[in-house]
């Protein structure tokens, strides 16, 4: 398998592993879940030789020095971490962490206006840190685009923990219009719908900005998506800090996505460029957050097509089937 074809990796550790820490954290408890991330750390860096080539290169990108095992390890032992807490973190054991949060004022006052919000996210940190905004004002709803398929164990798992979030999951599975067409009914209604904004599929339209210091692909289906639907986005990042402490950051990037045809390259390049900017910006603050354990920088999606085909309506534009 080429190390770039990301979206058929298989869900780390499988099915069976997901479901033994998930049973591991309800039963045993965080501080005993912890403990098994150590062998669980040590298999991944030694089984999984795509993700540790991958781990090194972006720990080289992100520092500027060549990257040690050990620190190949902690990015690993990170990752593991950040999948733990989400059965804690679905399963509304919010108590158990500190989680800090700012720019929320902005997003609050976007949503108690009534209006929907797009809330981009991405691979770095924990975006279910998110849940628990959700969950201290229970008048927001929180939607979120996720590919059931792909993400099997993690969705049965969120279903056992948390029906109603299980409930509010958009499937990036189904045809653009649908997904679309579902984006539109939540903001019409006042909700906050989170997708996730830093990965390409193969063969998906995409706009290329520098990242570390070399280009990357960008999906461009969510600006085009922000842009039919006139919604505010803002970009969410939950970064993890080690033992039970997330900074959950919310930053407001437009309060309108308009791109006119005409000028349709040049405003995607300008709206992608600055959101690479804020990625990186967030990647230097936390570098061991990074979860995209591909080859970013050479994957398939870098020659796939740089600017969308003319003529077609946002939701008939390839890769809204948007993948977490």
């Given at each position: 398998m080429?190390?770039?074809?990301?979206?058929?990796?298989?869900e780390?550790g499988g099915?069976?592993?997901?479901r033994?820490?998930?049973?591991?954290?309800?039963?045993?408890?965080?501080?005993?879940?912890?403990?098994?991330?150590?062998?669980?750390t040590?298999?991944?860096?030694?089984?999984?030789?795509?993700?540790?080539?991958?781990?090194?290169?972006?720990?080289?990108?992100?520092?500027?020095r060549?990257?040690?095992?050990l620190?190949?390890?902690?990015?690993?032992?990170?990752?593991a971490?950040?999948?733990?807490?989400?059965?804690?973190?679905?399963?509304?054991?919010?108590?158990?962490?500190?989680?800090?949060s700012?720019?929320?004022?902005?997003?609050?006052?976007?949503?108690?206006?009534g209006?929907?919000?797009?809330?981009?996210?991405?691979?770095?940190?924990?975006?279910?840190?998110?849940?628990?905004?959700?969950?201290?004002?229970?008048?927001?709803?929180?939607?979120?685009?996720?590919?059931?398929?792909?993400n099997?164990?993690?969705?049965?798992?969120?279903?056992?923990?948390?029906?109603?979030?299980?409930?509010?999951?958009?499937?990036?599975?189904?045809?653009?219009?649908?997904?679309?067409?579902?984006?539109?009914?939540?903001?019409?209604?006042?909700?906050?719908?989170?997708?996730?904004?830093?990965?390409?599929?193969?063969?998906?339209a995409?706009?290329?900005?520098?990242?570390?210091?070399?280009?990357?692909?960008?999906?461009?289906?969510?600006?085009?998506?922000?842009?039919?639907?006139k919604?505010?986005?803002v970009?969410?990042?939950?970064?993890?800090?080690?033992?039970?402490?997330?900074?959950?950051?919310?930053?407001?990037?437009?309060?309108?996505?308009?791109?006119?045809?005409?000028?349709?390259?040049?405003?995607?390049?300008?709206?992608?460029?600055?959101?690479?900017?804020?990625?990186?910006?967030?990647?230097?603050?936390?570098?061991?957050?990074w979860?995209?354990?591909?080859?970013?920088?050479?994957?398939?999606?870098?020659?796939t097509?740089?600017?969308?085909?003319a003529?077609k309506?946002?939701?008939?534009?390839?890769?809204?089937?948007?993948?977490?």
């Amino acid at each position: 398998m080429n190390d770039a074809d990301w979206k058929d990796r298989p869900e780390g550790g499988g099915r069976f592993a997901i479901r033994l820490i998930g049973g591991i954290a309800r039963h045993g408890g965080r501080g005993i879940a912890r403990a098994c991330l150590y062998p669980i750390t040590l298999y991944f860096f030694c089984m999984r030789g795509t993700e540790r080539r991958a781990s090194r290169d972006y720990l080289q990108r992100v520092r500027g020095r060549p990257a040690s095992a050990l620190a190949v390890a902690r990015h690993i032992h990170t990752f593991a971490a950040t999948i733990l807490d989400r059965v804690f973190l679905m399963a509304g054991r919010t108590r158990l962490f500190d989680i800090r949060s700012s720019g929320t004022d902005a997003l609050l006052q976007l949503l108690d206006q009534g209006r929907g919000v797009l809330v981009f996210g991405s691979h770095l940190g924990s975006f279910d840190a998110l849940r628990v905004l959700a969950r201290e004002r229970p008048e927001l709803k929180l939607r979120v685009l996720m590919d059931r398929s792909h993400n099997a164990a993690i969705t049965e798992l969120l279903a056992e923990l948390d029906p109603s979030l299980a409930a509010g999951i958009i499937d990036a599975g189904q045809d653009g219009a649908s997904i679309v067409l579902a984006i539109q009914q939540a903001l019409e209604a006042g909700e906050m719908v989170s997708l996730l904004v830093d990965r390409v599929r193969p063969g998906e339209a995409s706009v290329s900005a520098p990242l570390l210091g070399e280009q990357a692909a960008f999906p461009s289906a969510p600006w085009l998506i922000a842009s039919a639907l006139k919604a505010p986005v803002v970009l969410a990042f939950g970064l993890y800090r080690g033992g039970n402490r997330y900074d959950l950051r919310f930053e407001t990037f437009a309060e309108t996505v308009d791109i006119p045809r005409p000028r349709r390259s040049e405003i995607l390049s300008t709206l992608i460029h600055r959101y690479a900017g804020r990625l990186e910006h967030h990647l230097r603050l936390a570098p061991y957050n990074w979860f995209n354990f591909y080859d970013f920088w050479h994957s398939q999606a870098r020659a796939t097509s740089a600017d969308l085909p003319a003529g077609k309506p946002a939701d008939q534009q390839p890769g809204l089937g948007q993948r977490h």
